[in-house]
């Protein structure tokens, strides 16, 4: 029985995130922060978490690379499935 070579295709590139600061401010700390954002940033914009949502959203981003890290298995499980050699599928350093 012949062996049908299925093709496959190249990973897309690595995820390139860009950073972000996160400031926590308190009622104790609101004066002094505001003056200092202001003078490095300029204007002045908030978007409020409550606690709760802050640990919902870190939650929710380490469900998200568990996914990934589960999708990556996935694909690498069959493309040493349809390659000859078994070297597909081998996660380079850089695909981390």
């Known amino acids: 029985m012949e062996k049908v070579q299925i093709p496959t295709v190249s990973r897309p590139k690595p995820v390139q995130l860009t950073d972000t600061k996160v400031y926590v401010v308190t009622e104790d700390n609101l004066e ?8 490095i940033h300029g204007d ?8 709760r949502d802050y640990e919902n959203l870190a939650l929710n981003i380490s469900e998200l690379k568990r996914f990934l890290n589960q999708q990556t298995q996935v694909i690498i499980y069959y493309e040493k499935a ?11 350093q850089s695909d981390r």
């Open 32 to 39: 002094s922060f505001l003056e200092e954002f202001k003078e």
């Open 44 to 51: 002045v914009a908030f978007v409020a978490l409550s606690m």
């Open 82 to 92: 349809v390659t000859d050699d078994g070297t597909k599928g081998q996660l380079q």
